[in-house]
């Protein structure tokens, strides 16, 4: 057997192993799923240091690396009590499965019931950081779901240690053992296998960068639930309150500049920009944002780079932020759907109108009247636990937590009845 | 320009033009869809000659056709009617956009809402029943999605015909008339296009055959919610009320063999087998169904034919069912895992115990306690109308109404908060 049809076979394997485990797994009870993830975080604990031990090698091996790359990969006692903690925290959570999202009855006496059940197999495919291995195993496993984890090659050995203990958790238990499961390979062609398996797996939730996430995109025969990227917007209407919308700006901005739902654009409308922006400006300055603006914002705020065409549509994850005036809130509302990515924007307006006309029009999955943008997240949503924000249209928009990894069926009582 | 560059540039263009609208039809009120749906059933009933003269060039290229393909293209003034009346029944349906799904305050102050939204633009891609062409873009439109529509070449003019109905509609009020669009070639390389236009389509429901789908499926870079086959089985327990088992087998398979809720195999637990079987298919046979029998029915039934294991994986939709005789629910419940498409299985029994397990253990789209498959229908579930029913396990699962159409975002409301 080729080397590729070699690693195929295993993915195959492992694939059919998860279904299996998954069609065991939707009907185990809480307290099974529940008992599971306490031993999952009493060994993640116990076994800090063949943690330790599998990372060391790990960081060896990725000693040519960047400090930052490094420090990603790095799991010392703090990160490993914390995934620890992270599992205790899912435990807490109320289990979505079994829930009836809704019940009826029809007039010829049916009773049908719409349930919340699991999606079935779902394949995380990661970069380098380890607590995801943790994080998103426990997620699964609470919400009835198999998991196949593939995360980044330097990764492997700490992310091997981290799935054993899932799997022993497993194995003392009611629960079958390949509810978890890591592809214990470096190939690049055991993620493309595992694209492959349609049959086998009900969908991807990749973690990573953008290039990351647009190729398996790109190669997936199988749904990927995935945002590509945030640029998001907010708009300081003319009626804005405006030491609310610096507040907001800074913290959207400058609070955590690297993640999705910090904002990348600024629009200000022309009412309030020659007393907005100068301060804004300033304050964002003070905080290490460099300030790229439209001809109107260079001439209110002298000493603005001016922001090209390219700037308004980029997510620079960095402390840049790019500023435009604009006429009205319809102006706002074009450039949001001409260079937004869909995933967050928010308006400070005091404007009723306004802000209804704003929380209508803009498409994005998170709208915000008078809040950050930064709070697009499971946690700040109080899902509890965040697997990813999706910006797809299709099953799950923004944070998902343990709902957004159901899906539903339904079960119709009946006492005979048949169709005329 | 070639030829399929050429269709492809006109349904790119269209796509656009739908993408467009879609914006504008999302925010659109419900009169002004119900008021633009009035007139597209005036515009029917008054347009009727004019479409049966396009159905007459229809049928006129279709002479060499069967004349069940011809009976199924084929609009009469009854049929007009019907589209007519089935517009006016989506007139009727409650409007599902703007519902407030969920919402709940954050210890911060934030108010969270995720509020039902259309899903943007669909493709709706069939065969040759021109009916298809009102109802799915009826559909489309009451829920606030762009429709782009390509039916079968055969019904290209009568398509048209009915198309223009709509766009006339349209043209008259305030939503955009390029809200429903036909694509207006017979040329395959336009719904290789349509599939391709990933950016500006978010989903494709398609109806037809299974062959037609899986080509669809096959070639879409855009998510299909479609049903592949409809295998689907009853299973009568050892506690089942063996005339209401009778009686549902019957509706089950014969009431319209040519369906996909119809079931194709029936499993009898070996305890009633002697006595539920011979009457069940006397019975069956009564109704013109031949029956296909495992070994052990075969000596109960004298003259049952064999059954294979190609019959247990079969949708005949048609008048042919496959018994097999269990030893247990749980081999009742692998057979169904098995050889089932996960779309509709049924049970019946009086055993509590039994019927839970039943409705547990199956993972398909609809589980019946005590009533026939064939209930597995938007009408019968009271959703009014149907726009298709989904073996998917994402987004859609089962019969689909106009909800089915439909996603979320959030809105965020707030009083200045940022993030700490």
Same mark, same amino acid.
């Given at each position: %057997? =080729?080397?590729?049809?070699?690693?195929?076979?295993?993915?195959?394997?492992?694939?059919?192993?998860?279904? /299996? *485990?998954?069609?065991?797994?939707? $009907?185990?009870?809480?307290?099974?799923?529940?008992?599971?993830?306490? /031993?999952?975080?009493?060994?993640?604990?116990?076994?800090?240091?063949?943690? $330790?031990?599998?990372?060391?090698?790990?960081?060896?091996?990725?000693?040519?690396?960047?400090?930052?790359?490094?420090?990603?990969?790095?799991?010392?006692?703090?990160? &490993?009590?914390? %995934? *620890?903690? !992270?599992?205790?925290? &899912?435990?807490?959570?109320?289990?979505? &499965?079994?829930?009836?999202?809704?019940?009826? /009855?029809?007039?010829?006496?049916?009773?049908? $019931?719409?349930?919340?059940?699991?999606?079935?197999? &779902?394949?995380?495919?990661?970069?380098?950081?380890?607590?995801?291995?943790?994080?998103?195993?426990?997620?699964?496993?609470?919400?009835?779901?198999?998991?196949?984890?593939?995360?980044?090659?330097?990764?492997?050995?700490?992310?091997?240690?981290?799935?054993?203990?899932?799997?022993?958790?497993?194995?003392?238990?009611?629960?079958? =053992?390949?509810?978890?499961?890591?592809?214990? =390979?470096?190939?690049?062609?055991?993620?493309? *296998?595992?694209?492959? $398996?349609?049959?086998?797996?009900?969908?991807?939730?990749?973690? !990573?960068?953008?290039?990351?996430?647009?190729?398996?995109?790109?190669?997936?025969?199988?749904?990927?639930?995935?945002?590509?990227?945030?640029?998001?917007?907010?708009?300081?209407?003319?009626?804005?309150?405006?030491?609310?919308?610096?507040?907001?700006?800074?913290?959207?901005?400058?609070?955590? @500049?690297?993640?999705?739902?910090?904002?990348?654009?600024?629009?200000?409308?022309?009412?309030?920009?020659?007393?907005?922006?100068? /301060?804004?400006?300033?304050?964002? #300055?003070?905080?290490?944002?460099?300030?790229?603006?439209?001809?109107?914002?260079?001439?209110?705020? @002298?000493?603005?780079?001016?922001?090209?065409? #390219?700037?308004? *549509?980029?997510?620079?994850?960095?402390?840049?932020?790019?500023?435009?005036?604009?006429?009205?809130?319809?102006?706002?509302?074009?450039?949001?759907?001409?260079? !937004?990515?869909?995933?967050? +924007?928010?308006?400070?307006?005091?404007?009723?109108?306004?802000?209804?006309?704003?929380?209508?029009?803009?498409?994005?999955?998170?709208?915000?009247?008078?809040?950050?943008?930064?709070?697009? +997240?499971?946690?700040?949503? !109080?899902?509890?636990?965040?697997?990813?924000?999706?910006?797809?249209?299709?099953?799950?928009?923004?944070? %998902?937590?343990?709902?957004?990894?159901?899906?539903?069926?339904?079960?119709?009582?009946? =006492?005979?009845?048949?169709?005329?």
């Amino acid at each position: %057997m =080729s080397a590729a049809a070699d690693v195929e076979a295993r993915v195959v394997e492992l694939c059919t192993a998860a279904r /299996r *485990a998954a069609r065991l797994l939707a $009907q185990a009870g809480t307290a099974d799923k529940n008992q599971a993830l306490r /031993r999952v975080a009493a060994g993640l604990r116990s076994g800090a240091e063949a943690l $330790q031990r599998a990372n060391a090698r790990d960081l060896e091996a990725a000693r040519e690396q960047t400090a930052a790359f490094r420090d990603r990969l790095t799991l010392d006692t703090d990160r &490993i009590e914390a %995934m *620890a903690r !992270g599992v205790e925290e &899912i435990i807490a959570l109320a289990d979505p &499965i079994g829930e009836s999202i809704a019940a009826w /009855r029809r007039p010829n006496g049916l009773e049908i $019931q719409q349930l919340r059940i699991p999606i079935g197999v &779902i394949g995380i495919i990661y970069e380098s950081r380890p607590n995801v291995t943790a994080d998103a195993a426990a997620l699964c496993l609470k919400s009835g779901n198999a998991a196949i984890l593939k995360g980044g090659s330097e990764a492997l050995q700490t992310n091997a240690a981290i799935a054993d203990v899932f799997v022993a958790a497993l194995g003392d238990g009611a629960l079958p =053992s390949a509810a978890v499961q890591l592809v214990r =390979s470096a190939d690049r062609a055991a993620t493309r *296998a595992l694209l492959r $398996q349609k049959a086998l797996v009900d969908v991807i939730v990749p973690r !990573g960068g953008k290039e990351l996430i647009r190729a398996l995109e790109e190669e997936s025969r199988i749904p990927v639930i995935k945002h590509l990227e945030g640029v998001c917007q907010l708009y300081v209407d003319r009626a804005a309150d405006l030491e609310r919308a610096a507040r907001i700006c800074l913290n959207a901005k400058a609070q955590r @500049p690297g993640v999705c739902n910090a904002i990348e654009n600024l629009l200000v409308h022309r009412d309030v920009a020659e007393t907005f922006l100068p /301060r804004v400006v300033r304050e964002l #300055s003070d905080a290490g944002v460099a300030v790229r603006g439209c001809t109107v914002t260079q001439r209110i705020v @002298p000493g603005v780079a001016p922001a090209s065409e #390219s700037d308004w *549509a980029t997510e620079y994850l960095d402390r840049i932020l790019s500023v435009k005036v604009v006429d009205s809130l319809d102006e706002a509302l074009a450039f949001i759907e001409r260079y !937004g990515s869909g995933l967050a +924007d928010s308006i400070v307006t005091e404007d009723y109108t306004a802000a209804r006309r704003f929380a209508a029009a803009v498409d994005s999955a998170a709208v915000f009247v008078n809040a950050s943008t930064r709070f697009t +997240d499971g946690f700040e949503f !109080g899902f509890g636990a965040e697997i990813g924000i999706s910006t797809n249209r299709l099953h799950a928009r923004g944070p %998902m937590g343990l709902r957004e990894l159901t899906t539903y069926k339904y079960v119709v009582h009946g =006492s005979g009845q048949v169709r005329e």
